[in-house]
């Protein structure tokens, strides 16, 4: 027995107690990640603090403080934010629609005064919350199995269709495939899988081909073909891939990766950065990064196991979810092994905005540690 298990319930609510329950092993990897990104940064940069290392190194020491400080809010407040965040993000989401900034051919931003931001990503916590709270209160025949699957499924669905027509296709998957883990961990029958999983199976060839833009099609294509045009569509799979054969087992050397040196590999400090570790350290450096993300993942797997709430253990597991989903479609992508979707590595790419949203995260997943005997209401349906 621990001893917060032991410690009386009001003097769980002191800051000494609460500081000592924060999981500083997982604090300590998120630290070793964010410190390898910038120090990507710097290398990939040409041996520069500008214009990438020094953004990514203080952006990641704010959010660190920022997931340290969320990890002291009580359980209760997380829950009774659950419904109105994802209702903020998904009229945020709408306002995109209406009166949303477009770049590079997608309207994703919305600009308010001089700060400009994307509301999918706040949806991505959103979405992970209302489900956590829907299911805390749900049956676990409803969750297995019922006519009210119709209100997680809508949760989902929303948010998807309003993201994919943005378009953004891979905030999009991030936010249904968290959506269905979620879904699958409340314990959906295999039935309700089976019936969703056959016909999407058949749908995505007509998707690709009468759904989706011109550019996501070719990016398909090229996944499939990359050869086929190695110095069009298909050059970016191409160069990361030499990129991650060149480093073979201990890599070239910090700061000589030739690929992101002369330029050769594209977006070097966002969606390929993983291919830039692996030209630089090698199979033993790319490994030691994959690694650290299967410990972070597993110790937030361990930490929603052992809340006392349902609410607790379905957010964690959401917020983990997210994360893992973001690891394995880059390391799939930077590999060739998926279209590039522009999913960045998670605390390694540069990028403010998917910083701030994973470390939100992961301080709902210290929160449920540091508050994991609390007991939540169970609420009634979506109220």
Known sequence: MTASALTRPGERDRLPVK??????RFAALLCAVGGMGGAMMYSVAGGSWEPWAA?????????????????LVPLRLWFGAAYPVYALALLLLVAVEVAGDTRMGATRWLEIGP???????????????????????????DARL??????????????????????????????GLTGAAM????????????????????????????????????????????????SGTGYHITQSKIALGSGGLLGKGFGLGSQSQLEFLPEKQTDFVFAAVSEEFGFVGSFSILLCYIAIILIALRIASLSHSHFGRMASAGVT?????????NGAMVMGLAPVVGVPMPLLSYGGTVMLTVMIGFGLVMSTRVH???ELPKGHGLI
């Not at 500081?19 to 500083?24: G, M």
């Not at 203080?58 to 969320?70: A, D, K, S, T």
């Not at 056959?198 to 833009?213: E, K, L, Q, S, T």
Request: one cysteine or more.
């Open 19 to 24: 500081l000592s329950q924060i999981d500083w």
């Open 55 to 71: 953004n990514h190194v203080i952006r990641f020491g704010v959010c660190l403080v920022l997931m340290l400080g969320l990890s």
């Open 115 to 141: 700060i400009s931001f994307q509301p999918s990503e706040i949806m991505k916590i959103g979405v992970v919350l209302a489900l956590a709270r829907y299911y805390h209160a749900a049956s676990a025949k």
């Open 146 to 175: 019922s006519w009210k699957l119709i209100y997680p499924i809508g949760i989902i669905a929303a948010p998807f269709l309003l993201v994919a027509h943005q378009p953004d296709l891979g905030t999009a998957m991030l936010i």
């Open 183 to 230: 879904m699958f961990i409340a314990g959906l029958d295999w039935k309700a899988i089976a019936a969703v999983v056959i016909p999407a199976a058949v749908a995505v060839p007509f998707y690709v081909i009468f759904g989706m833009h011109d550019y996501q099609r070719n990016r398909v294509l090229t996944f499939l073909s990359p050869e086929s045009d190695p």
């Open 321 to 329: 979810a997210t994360f893992a989903l973001y690891v394995l479609i």
């Open 372 to 374: 994991r005997y609390v």
